[in-house]
T-cell receptor, first 114, second 113 residues
Framework: ETGVTQSPTHLIKTRGQQVTLRCSSQ?????VSWYQQALGQGPQFIFQ???????GRGNFPPRFSGLQFPNYSSELNVNALELDDSALYLC?????????????FGPGTRLTVT | AQSVTQPDIHITVSEGASLELRCNYS??????LFWYVQSPGQGLQLLLK??????LVQGIKGFEAEFKRSQSSFNLRKPSVHWSDAAEYFC???????????FGKGTRLSVIA
């Protein structure tokens, strides 16, 4: 139990639609990262937020965007969905002020684009 | 840029047998190294990590890993596998403490009786 929750668990969308995925971290976790895990692959870094500002982005197009809120929750938004966006989306949070450097992962949201 | 290679896509071991999962990384400086486990339908659980110091690190569930700089490797081991260890295992590298993780493609472990 990592204390990181994600919603919804599963989601089915149609190509071209927009989707919002949500992540809720524990108090004090002021850094959150989002990863995309395609079937049979390892997770790939999408972007990271620190104190509500994006401070790192992987090789993903601008139609992938995010928000982080003061209550330690965050969102991943994907516009103009494509079939290849079908994947498990994971969020991970890091507890501020710790030297443990542990990213706590949520259970993920399984997105299917048809 | 960092990269991780897990050469074995799928490994099958008998319950009670020993296990070694291979991980090779590419990074110019001393990396931060991690092993995660993912059970079906679950998120990622951290097994162990290495930042510095003793190159043999102990983790949860009886796992250990050894950092070998000369071989750019961070192999995961367990002396006696249990059926509940069947899962997907991911090795990951990071440039720093709170920097993004770069994952390998994973090794699927099957355990037979």
């Amino acid at each position: 139990e990592t204390g990181v929750t994600q919603s919804p668990t599963h989601l089915i969308k149609t190509r071209g639609q927009q989707v919002t995925l949500r992540c809720s971290s524990q108090s004090g976790h002021n850094t959150v990262s989002w990863y995309q895990q395609a079937l049979g692959q390892g997770p790939q870094f999408i972007f990271q937020y620190y104190r509500e500002e994006e401070n790192g982005r992987g090789n993903f197009p601008p139609r992938f965007s995010g928000l982080q809120f003061p209550n330690y929750s965050s969102e991943l938004n994907v516009n103009a969905l494509e079939l290849d966006d079908s994947a498990l989306y994971l969020c991970a949070s890091i507890l501020a002020g710790t030297s443990a450097y542990e990213q706590y992962f949520g259970p993920g949201t399984r997105l299917t684009v048809t | 840029a960092q990269s991780v290679t897990q050469p074995d896509i799928h490994i099958t071991v008998s319950e009670g047998a020993s296990l070694e999962l291979r991980c090779n990384y590419s990074y110019g400086a001393t990396p931060y190294l991690f092993w995660y486990v993912q059970s079906p339908g679950q998120g990622l659980q951290l097994l162990l990590k290495y930042f510095s110091g003793d190159t043999l690190v102990q983790g949860i569930k009886g796992f250990e890993a050894e950092f070998k700089r000369s071989q750019s490797s961070f192999n995961l081991r367990k002396p006696s596998v249990h059926w509940s260890d069947a899962a997907e295992y991911f090795c990951a590298v990071a440039a720093g403490g709170n920097t993004p993780l770069v994952f390998g493609k994973g090794t699927r472990l099957s355990v037979i009786a």
